[in-house]
C-alpha cells in the first residue's frame, strides 16, 4: 500500500512546467485584452472578489439562457483581481473552502478559479499566465450555462439522452465562447479540453498526456476536487481533507504528477480551516500552511483561561515544535 507521506512528495525536477506554459504572449493587457482608461487599479482591499464573481457569473448565465447579449469585460478584471487577492493572502482559498448554499454551478465556476489559480502559482506560472488561467477557471464550465437548471439539478438517474446532453457542454460552451472571446484564445482551448485525462479516459476528444493543454488539466483537477467536496442528491460532500486524500489516489493516472504536487503543496493535506486533534488531545483550526512541510500546519488551539470564562487561542507551529503532531481530523457536524 502506497503511504500518504509517499504520494506528497515530488519527483525531480526534470518534471517542470513547459516553459510555453510560463511566458505570456500578450502585450495589450493582463489578460489580452485592451484595458480602458477608465479601469480603475485593482487593489486587493477594495472589493469582496468572490462576491463579485459569483454575481457576474449568474449574470453571464442568465443572459446565456435568455438568448440576451454578453461580454467579458467585467469577468476579465475580476479575475486579475482574484490574483491579486491570492498574490496577498489566503482569504478567498478559505471562503472557497467552505461551501456555502447557492447556485452550484456558478459557486464551482469561482472555486475552481481560485484553487486553479494556487495551483499555478505552485509551477511559477507569471501574473499574466494567472490572470489567464483566473479567467478560463471562471468560464470552464460555460456550456453547462446553456442547460436547463431541471437537468443540472435532477436528484433522479439520467436518461442516456440527458447523459449526451451533459457530455456535450464542453463542444456546447466553445461554440458559445467563440461568439464573445476572440481575444482571449486559451479560454476556448480549457473549455474543450477540460474534462480531458492524463491517461485518456476523458471526454470530448479522448485526449491524452501532452495533447491537452496544461492549463486544462490544471483547472480540471480543480474542478474535480471541487466536485469532491460538494454535495450531491445522492451523497454527501467530502471535506477539503478526505477531498484531497481520494484525489492523490484517484487522480494518478488522470493527472500528471507534477500538477497533484503542486496542488498538495498550495492546499495541503490539511487545508485552511480543517479542525484537527494533535497528540496532545488538544482540538484546532489550521489556520496557516508550511508549504514545504504540508503535514505540519500553523494549528490555531483554544484554550480556557484561568477564570474559566473565556477562551484564549494558542497559536501552535507544527514544524517548529516536533514533540506535536496531527492524529486526526475531527469531523464537522
Known sequence: MTRLTDLI??????????PVTKSSTHSKGPTGLPIPPSTPSLSVA???WYQRACHELQGIK???QTRQPWTLDELARIATGVVASLRANDKLVQTALQHDAGDYLVKNAVCVAIVSVKIAGALRY???????????GLLHDLGMFALPDSLVYKTGTLTQEELQSMREHPQQGARLFKEVGEVYPWVGRVILQEHERW????????LAGNQIDEMALIIGLADVFDAQMSARPYRSGM????AIRALLVSG??????????????ELSIYPLGTTVRLNTGETGIVFQLNRQYPLRPIVQVSQQALSGQVS????????????????????IG
Open 9 to 18: 512528495r515530488g519527483q525531480s525536477s526534470q518534471e517542470a512546467v513547459n
Open 312 to 331: 484564549v487561542p494558542k497559536t501552535v507551529d507544527l514544524r517548529a515544535d516536533t514533540s506535536l503532531h496531527i492524529v486526526e481530523v475531527v469531523p
Open 46 to 48: 477594495e472589493a469582496d
Open 62 to 64: 442568465r443572459a446565456i
Open 239 to 242: 471535506s477539503p481533507h478526505r
Open 199 to 206: 491517461d485518456g479516459s476523458g471526454y470530448p476528444n479522448k
Open 252 to 265: 494518478k493516472m488522470a493527472f500528471p504528477h507534477h500538477l497533484l504536487k503542486a496542488f498538495v503543496d
Open 126 to 136: 507569471e501574473s499574466a499566465k494567472l490572470e489567464q488561467v483566473a479567467l478560463a
